[in-house]
């Protein structure tokens, strides 16, 4: 293996995957114009990820230059990604209770990716909602969580998107979304 290759396959064996944005419907990613877009993957109900590599206390893009030089096909680069977030956020995760809602704290702007993590759903956490969960995401840097039986957690969760999500400079949703089946749905 060259020395390039090798590079650029350690740096996108070290990437997380990243909740990029939320688009309505099921839309593939837009294309992008050239290497230097990052690469991006639709991931359904919505949700875009896009994959970066932590580091020096900022977040490195994987461009499509990378998985080219590294022979990197985009689904090994997501599973891989998922298992590192799943790591970063076991490490460094951090859930705190205000009123009905519980807020993630994770720093890097990595926050709503948390969505993106099975294992925090479906075993580390699952106490905290026992009639299931739903999620507020209006930006990157911000997750909070609550009982789907709860009608407070509800309340309390769609006023913090409400209030959010139009003063942020790039905000993700301003709806809630509830897991089901191992899957994030849309709430209208």
């Known amino acids: 293996m060259?020395?390039?290759?090798?590079?650029?396959?350690?740096?996108?064996?070290?990437?997380?995957?990243?909740?990029?944005?939320?688009e309505a419907g099921d839309a593939a990613p837009?294309?992008?114009?050239g290497e230097d877009a990052p690469v991006e993957r639709a991931l359904g109900n919505g949700f875009v990820a896009d994959y970066v590599v932590p580091e020096d206390e900022r977040l490195l893009p994987v461009r499509p230059a990378h998985l080219?030089?590294?022979?990197?096909?985009?689904?090994?680069?997501?599973?891989?990604?998922?298992a590192n977030l799943a790591a970063l956020v076991q490490a460094r995760a951090e859930v705190h209770h205000y009123g009905r809602i519980h807020a993630v704290l994770m720093g890097a702007d990595l926050e709503a990716s948390v969505l993106l993590c099975d294992p925090f759903w479906d075993a580390w956490h699952t106490a905290l909602a026992p009639g299931g969960f739903v999620a507020a995401i209006p930006g990157r840097d911000v997750l909070a969580f609550g009982d789907a039986?709860?009608?407070?957690?509800?309340?309390?969760?769609?006023d913090l998107c409400t209030r959010m999500a139009p003063a942020l400079e790039e905000p993700l949703a301003e709806r809630l979304y509830r897991r089901i089946d191992g899957r994030w749905i849309a709430m209208s």
């Open 2 to 22: 060259d020395p390039d290759t090798a590079s650029a396959l350690a740096f996108c064996r070290r990437a997380v995957a990243r909740l990029a944005r939320v």
């Open 30 to 33: 837009p294309a992008t114009a």
């Open 68 to 82: 080219c030089a590294a022979g990197l096909a985009v689904e090994a680069l997501h599973e891989a990604a998922l």
């Open 149 to 158: 039986a709860s009608a407070g957690a509800l309340r309390e969760l769609d």
